[in-house]
């Protein structure tokens, strides 16, 4: 199966900062099969990306993700007080399903 | 509103059973893949298992293959999740979760939107 692997496991950052999230994949993820997740304490996962840099339905053009192959990142241009929680990838090229370990935002 | 309810979680002993159910709504549930995506206390997420629209196609995670049974009744509006064998690495948040596309044969591996809010499964004797 593919192994996601997150990095940073944290990201301290200030609202208004630019946050860069990293995912890389053990082998390549075939036709850039790769989604984002937001998770916050309590809740379930929320779609954020599809297809490496669709964006979900009423997500805000702050988020944007990019790459291919084994390399992929989620960008959030200006940290929100809402978009400090954890995020995770998920690849779909390849059975089974997998995730990353995550990435947890925090305020500094 | 696209909405998915599970239920059926709870306490059960090491070697117990346990149903979990997922109620539909807001969408034409018969169009539509689903699958089970599971959370361990503190830990990532980790696929369980798929079923296609009309059951046609039915996939596990090793790690519950011949413990765990996915199925689903279609004019109830509804997914199960049958546990047996239940150990405690089991332990975890169950998430039901759609395949976002129109089903259209086969299994095609998906993304998954969107989510139930989730039920605690904990065993533990």
């Known amino acids: 199966e593919i192994v996601l692997t997150q990095s940073p496991g944290t990201l301290s950052l200030s609202p208004g900062e630019r946050a860069a999230l990293s995912c890389r994949a053990s082998q390549s993820i075939s036709s850039s099969y790769l989604a984002w997740y937001q998770q916050k304490p309590g809740q379930a996962p929320r779609l954020l990306i599809y297809?490496?840099?669709s964006r979900a339905t009423g997500i805000p053009d702050r988020f944007s993700g990019s790459g291919s192959g084994t390399d992929f990142t989620l960008t959030i241009s200006r940290l929100e007080p809402a978009d400090f929680a954890v995020y995770y990838c998920?690849?779909?090229?390849?059975?089974?399903?997998?995730f990353g370990q995550g990435t947890k935002v925090e305020i500094k | 509103e696209v909405q998915l309810v599970e239920s059926g979680g709870g306490l059960v002993q090491p070697g117990g059973s346990l149903r979990l159910s997922c109620a539909a709504s807001?969408?034409?549930?018969?169009?539509?893949?689903m699958n089970w995506v599971r959370q361990a206390p503190g830990k990532g997420l980790e696929w369980v298992s798929y079923i296609s629209s009309y059951s046609s196609s039915i996939y596990y995670a090793d790690s519950v293959k011949g413990r765990f049974t996915i199925s689903r009744d279609n004019a109830k509006n509804s997914l199960y999740l049958q546990m047996n064998s239940l150990r405690d690495e089991d332990t975890a948040v169950y998430y039901c979760?759609?395949?976002?596309?129109?089903?259209?044969?086969?299994?095609?591996?998906?993304?998954?939107?969107?989510w139930g809010q989730g039920t605690l499964v904990i065993v533990s004797s």
């Open positions: 998920q690849q779909y090229g390849s059975s089974p399903p997998t």
């Open positions: 979760a759609r395949d976002p596309r129109l089903y259209s044969g086969g299994w095609s591996l998906s993304w998954f939107d969107p």
């Open positions: 297809g490496a840099s």
């Open positions: 807001g969408f034409t549930f018969s169009s539509y893949s």
